[in-house]
C-alpha cells in the first residue's frame, strides 16, 4: 500500500498524513524531512528556500530523492505541494509527477471548492506562521493567492481523489479518504476480476 498525499502549504498535509499513517499502521514519510535533511548546507529547508537555492536542489536531486521513496511499501508520503507542481523546476517536476502516479494513489488536499474560501483558509493558516509573521500581509495574501491557482487544475489530472478539508477534523478528513482509498481498490480489483475472466 502506497499512498501520497500532498496539498499546497498549509493545507494539513503533515497532520493528516501522520494521523492516516498510524490509522492504517504504515510508515510515514515527509519530503521535508528529506529536503531538510539534503539542504543542510545552504542552512536547512528553511533557508534553502529563501535563498532560492532549493530550485537547483529538486533540479539536480529532486527526482532521485523522490525515486527512492517510491522504491518502498507500505507508507504515506508526505509530498509538498511546491515539488509536484513547480514551475521554475518543471521538468523535475513533472518526472516526481510521473513516478508518484505510477507508484501510488494520490491524494489530493484542498481547503474548499470555492477559489476565494479556499485562498482566505490558506492566508490565514500562513500568517500564523513564524517565518511568515514578518511578511506584509498584502505581499503574503497575493503570495498565497498566486500559489493556490496551479492546484486545482493539476490536482485533476493527477490526484485519484481531492479531499476539502475545511470546515473538517483531522479525523473527519483521515475517515474521509481511508473510505475513498477502499471504494478505488474495489474498483481497481472488480476491474482485475473482469480482466482475467475476459482472458480465460
Known amino acids: 500500500m502506497r499512498i501520497t498525499i500532498t496539498g499546497p502549504r498549509s493545507v494539513g498535509k503533515s497532520t493528516i498524513s501522520k494521523l492516516l499513517a498510524k490509522k492504517l499502521k504504515l510508515k510515514y514519510i515527509s ?18 528556500i529563501k535563498s532560492g537555492k532549493i530550485k537547483g536542489m529538486i533540479k539536480k536531486d529532486g527526482y532521485s530523492l523522490i525515486k527512492e521513496v517510491y522504491k518502498k511499501d507500505n507508507f504515506v508520503f508526505d509530498l509538498a505541494g511546491g515539488v509536484v507542481s513547480s514551475q521554475k523546476s518543471k521538468e523535475a517536476s513533472e518526472k516526481i509527477r510521473k513516478v508518484a502516479i505510477k507508484n501510488s494513489i494520490i491524494i489530493g488536499l484542498l481547503p474548499s471548492k470555492n477559489e476565494k474560501e479556499s485562498i482566505q483558509f490558506l492566508f490565514e493558516r500562513e500568517r500564523e506562521r513564524k517565518h511568515f509573521k514578518s511578511i506584509d500581509k498584502i505581499e503574503l495574501f497575493e503570495k498565497v493567492e498566486k ?6 487544475l493539476l490536482f485533476n489530472k493527477i490526484c485519484k481523489e481531492i479531499i476539502y478539508v475545511k470546515d473538517k477534523t483531522p479525523i473527519e478528513i483521515v475517515k474521509e479518504i481511508i473510505k475513498k482509498y477502499n471504494t478505488f481498490m474495489k474498483r481497481k480489483n472488480k ?10
Open 31 to 48: 519530503s521535508d524531512e528529506i529536503g531538510e535533511k539534503h539542504t543542510q548546507k545552504y542552512g536547512g529547508l528553511s533557508e534553502a
Open 147 to 152: 500559489d493556490y491557482k496551479k492546484y486545482p
Open 191 to 200: 476491474k482485475k476480476d473482469k480482466d482475467k475472466k475476459k482472458q480465460s
